[in-house]
């Protein structure tokens, strides 16, 4: 545990013990954690039932939107690396993604502003993002987390059927069902899932999507507000966004994707006093260098097949825009 990890899992128990409101964040490497004030304008969220971002602007102008994935071939070369140690056994499913350019006339504060999702973040000259995927909530002494994999273009005839008896995506989601079923029982006791491979449409400025999630929930000790940072230090990396077994899975990542993270596929949370609410940090935007980068991805398996991944891969470069698209 680096220090600034170990600083961050303090910080939070600390916080927690005391029953003070606070937001925290979570890179995917765990190198770049952070602890805010509840009302820091450093970042600005937007949760189910919280926000701290005021009343929301209107952005009259249309969104220009222009996307550079990377080329086929990088991805497919990626892939097959990744391909090669699944069927070695080192790893039964892996999330691979990929960063692509992207130009809009947008900035990444109207993003934040303009898009529409039950989770938004927004860390100043950083990185945006509008993810749908719960991570983690903790209320009533209960925790529950809702694992998203599983995705299939809405509009599509008959897309429910077709995603929920399509084998590789159902072995995906319950591999990641159990990953997530098995993480929360080092935090909480009778772990169970409550609902299986329900479905979820999500809106883009292209098109819908369904995204397949399940409810798997647990009891926390009488005491869990003591310790929060310890149950996310647990629980961290999430399983979705990085694969199983988990810890060969990460390392297998770090071959195959040969490009930093961050932010992407972290974690962004807050506490309220008593309940915890997350987001894993998917459809997401970064600055670098001037230009924007958008990070996606998704699952794969021993059955994936390498153009219907990076065809997904890239319809999941969008912004949800609220009543301006």
């Not at 952070?34 to 450093?42: A, K, Y």
């Not at 990444?108 to 000259?125: D, R, T």
């Not at 399983?239 to 899975?249: E, M, N, R």
């Not at 319809?315 to 609220?322: D, Q, R």
């Amino acid at each position: 545990m680096n220090d600034n990890f170990a600083h961050t899992i303090q910080r939070m128990n600390e916080l927690g013990r005391s029953r003070q409101p606070f937001a925290f964040l979570f890179d995917f490497d765990l190198k770049k954690t952070l602890v805010f004030r509840w009302d820091d304008d450093v970042i600005r969220w937007s949760v189910p039932e919280h926000s701290n971002t005021g009343q929301r602007p209107t952005i009259p102008k249309k969104l220009v939107w222009e996307t550079e994935p990377v080329p086929y071939l990088s991805y497919k070369k990626a892939f097959d690396l990744v391909q090669s140690h699944i069927y070695k056994g080192d790893s039964y499913l892996l999330n691979l993604t990929m960063p692509a350019k992207v130009t809009t006339n947008y900035t990444l504060q109207e993003i934040f502003w303009a898009s529409q999702s039950q989770y938004k973040v927004y860390l100043e000259n950083c990185f945006v993002c509008f993810s749908p995927e719960i991570f983690v909530r903790i209320a009533n002494g209960k925790i529950s987390s809702f694992p998203m994999k599983g995705t299939i273009d809405a509009d599509l005839p008959n897309a429910a059927e077709i995603l929920r008896t399509d084998k590789k995506e159902v072995a995906e989601h319950s591999t990641i069902v159990d990953l997530i079923r098995n993480d929360l029982s080092m935090v909480a006791d009778h772990v169970t899932v409550k609902r299986f491979c329900y479905l979820d449409r999500i809106k883009s400025s292209q098109a819908g999507l369904l995204q397949m999630s399940s409810e798997i929930s647990g009891t926390l000790p009488s005491d869990y507000y003591k310790h929060l940072g310890d149950i996310f230090a647990r629980l961290l990396p999430a399983g979705s966004i990085s694969g199983a077994p988990k810890k060969k899975t990460i390392e297998i990542i770090k071959k195959a994707e040969n490009y930093s993270r961050g932010y992407y596929t972290g974690i962004f949370g807050i506490f309220d006093g008593t309940d915890v609410d997350s987001c894993v940090l998917i459809r997401f935007i970064e600055q670098e260098q001037g230009q924007l980068i958008y990070k996606s991805g998704g699952g794969i398996t021993y059955q994936s097949n390498c153009e219907k991944e990076y065809d997904e891969l890239i319809k999941k470069i969008y912004v949800p825009l609220a009543g301006n698209d």
